[in-house]
């Protein structure tokens, strides 16, 4: 007998374990406003049934702490819309994995800064910012490894909106830009993690925008294996 109940609680226990939900799970159709949003930079605005940026300078806006705080597993994805340019310069917008100005992810669609008479560069990237070096994936001391997928992306300034997926676990960060029914997979980049390198593995998910007038819609973000919030040093 007390075989048959310790295998029914072990049982019942992996279904428990299975069955358990994210430790957070956060969507925004801003229908109701941008109510709990923080802000790094002032343009950011509801409107209409979305949450626009004008910022020409960049920043990030990140959704109510108490209700999307740090994690070490996360899946992030928005829809977004390039409505034009505010810059001459270097011009983004997308999702973040956020722990202050000096440490996170950026998933953006980019535009290159403007050049008379010839078309501007126009790309998608995954970059990280460590301790206030840009680019340190690829860079310095901490080079990671890049694992690549399709890169068919078009211009930025577009008539269709696109969906951008960022997602993080304990092994890699990745970021997809997908159609705007999330059907067709159109530019896809991983960096594998590795042990002794020093890397932003967690953080808050957020949207960041920049020199682009752009829209964000259908935010959806979910978190498991919660952090304490980072101390900026």
Not at 126 to 140: I, S, T, Y
Not at 147 to 168: A, C, K, R, T, Y
Not at 209 to 222: M, S
Request: net charge negative.
């Amino acid at each position: 007998m007390i075989r048959v109940l310790t295998l029914v609680l072990f049982f019942l226990l992996r279904v428990s374990a299975g069955q358990a939900g994210p430790a957070f799970d956060f969507s925004d159709d801003f229908s109701r406003g941008a109510g709990g949003w923080e802000t790094t930079s002032f343009p950011w605005e509801a409107r209409d049934g979305a949450y626009v940026c004008e910022s020409p300078e960049g920043g990030f806006s990140l959704p109510p702490a108490d209700r999307v705080p740090p994690a070490g597993t996360v899946r992030a994805q928005a829809k977004v819309k390039i409505l034009g340019t505010l810059s001459k310069s270097w011009k983004s917008a997308g999702i973040a994995l956020y722990q202050d100005d000096k440490n996170y992810w950026k998933f953006s669609v980019v535009q290159g800064p403007d050049v008379a008479g010839q078309e501007p560069r126009r790309f998608a990237e995954l970059r990280q910012m460590l301790d206030g070096f840009w680019g340190a994936e690829r860079e310095g001391q901490n080079i990671l490894e890049r694992i690549d997928g399709p890169q068919n992306f078009p211009p930025p300034v577009s008539d269709n909106p696109f969906l951008l997926v960022l997602e993080l676990d304990s092994q890699e960060i990745r970021g997809r830009v997908m159609d705007s029914t999330g059907s067709a997979l159109l530019w896809q980049q991983a960096w594998k993690f590795a042990s002794g390198k020093a890397i932003v593995t967690s953080g808050r998910p957020a949207l960041a925008c920049g020199g682009f007038k752009a829209l964000f819609d259908d935010v959806h973000f979910e978190g498991h294996d919660l952090r304490p919030v980072r101390t900026p040093s």
